[in-house]
C-alpha cells in the first residue's frame, strides 16, 4: 500500500508493520475476545506515553479470520489538525497470547474512495465482525508479571544501558560513577520500546525491545538498540511516567 506520507501512518510504538504473513503462518487460531483485549491492552499502554485526546469513548471493530484479526479504531486524536483518524491493526496469537503485529493510522477523510484504504477498512468491515466501545477513562498500564523471558529482557535492558555509560565514560568524556541507580519503565513482554531514566542526571533512553516482531527472538542477543532522548521538553514528560511504572535497578559500569 502506498500513500502520501500526510495522510498515512505507521504506529512505532503501538506496534510494527513487517513480515506479516510468516507470522500468520506460524500463530495459533484467534478468538474476538483475545483480540479485543489485544487492543485494548495496546491502546491503553500507547495513551499512557501520550497525552489523551479529547474523545474518550473510542469504536473498535474486529474480524477474526483462523490464525488473523483485523481491527478497525475511530475516535483516537493522534494527528494534529486532523478530525477524523482511523487506525487499523492486525493480529496474531501465538502460543496463547494475541498481539499486534501491524498498524497504520489514516486521515480517514482525505483517504475516502480511495481503493487501497477502502481495502483495508473492508479487511473489517468486508465480512461479519464484533463491535465493542473503549473507553479511555478507564484506561490503565496492564503489566504482565515476571516471568522468566520478562527477566531475561531486564538483564538485557541492564547490559544494554551498562554498555552505553560505560562507553560514555571511555570515549565520550563522560564521568558517569562506577555504581548508580537506574528506573526501567515496566514493560510486557510484546511491548516494542521501554525507556530507561537515569534519576541522578536525569537522563532518558529509549530502548529497542524487538527488532521485528512481538514474537521475534530479539532477547537472544543480548543487548538492544538504545538512542538517548535529548528534548528537554520530552523528557520532563516521561520522566514523571517512568519513575510511576518504574522498576529500580542498580548497575556497575565497566572500566
Given amino acids: 500500500m502506498k500513500f502520501a506520507s500526510s495522510l498515512r501512518f505507521v504506529l512505532p510504538i503501538l506496534a510494527y508493520t513487517g513480515t506479516f504473513a510468516q507470522l500468520?503462518?506460524?500463530?495459533?487460531?484467534?478468538?474476538?475476545?483475545?483480540?479485543?483485549?489485544?487492543?485494548?491492552?495496546?491502546v491503553c499502554f500507547n495513551e499512557y506515553w501520550s497525552n489523551r485526546p479529547d474523545t474518550n469513548l473510542l469504536s473498535v471493530a474486529v474480524r477474526t479470520d483462523g490464525r488473523v484479526a483485523y481491527a478497525w479504531i475511530e475516535g483516537l486524536h493522534w494527528l494534529y489538525n486532523v478530525p477524523h483518524v482511523a487506525v487499523s491493526l492486525q493480529l496474531v496469537s501465538e502460543e496463547g497470547k494475541a498481539a499486534i503485529v501491524a498498524s497504520n493510522i489514516y486521515n480517514a477523510d482525505a483517504l475516502k474512495g480511495i481503493a487501497d484504504f477502502e481495502d483495508e477498512k473492508n479487511r473489517v468491515f468486508g465480512a461479519p465482525y464484533e463491535n465493542k466501545p473503549l473507553k479511555l477513562s478507564e484506561c490503565a498500564p496492564e503489566l504482565d508479571p515476571d516471568t522468566p523471558l520478562k527477566q531475561r529482557m531486564l538483564v538485557n535492558i541492564e547490559r544494554t544501558i551498562v554498555g552505553q555509560l560505560t562507553e560514555s565514560n571511555a570515549n565520550a568524556g563522560a564521568h558517569y560513577p562506577r555504581r548508580l541507580k537506574i528506573v526501567i519503565a515496566n514493560f510486557n513482554v510484546e511491548s516494542m520500546t521501554t525507556y530507561i531514566?537515569?534519576?541522578?542526571?536525569?537522563?532518558?533512553?529509549?530502548?529497542?525491545?524487538?527488532?521485528y516482531d512481538p514474537f521475534d527472538d530479539t532477547v537472544e542477543k543480548g543487548t538492544y538498540l538504545s538512542q538517548p532522548v535529548y528534548r528537554r521538553s520530552e523528557i520532563r514528560l516521561l520522566r514523571g511516567k517512568i519513575m510511576k511504572i518504574g522498576i529500580e535497578r542498580e548497575v556497575q559500569l565497566g572500566k
Fill in 197 to 211: 531514566l537515569i534519576p541522578d542526571t536525569n537522563e532518558v533512553t529509549y530502548v529497542t525491545l524487538h527488532d
Fill in 24 to 42: 500468520a503462518n506460524a500463530a495459533d487460531a484467534i478468538d474476538s475476545r483475545a483480540a479485543f483485549a489485544a487492543v485494548r491492552r495496546s
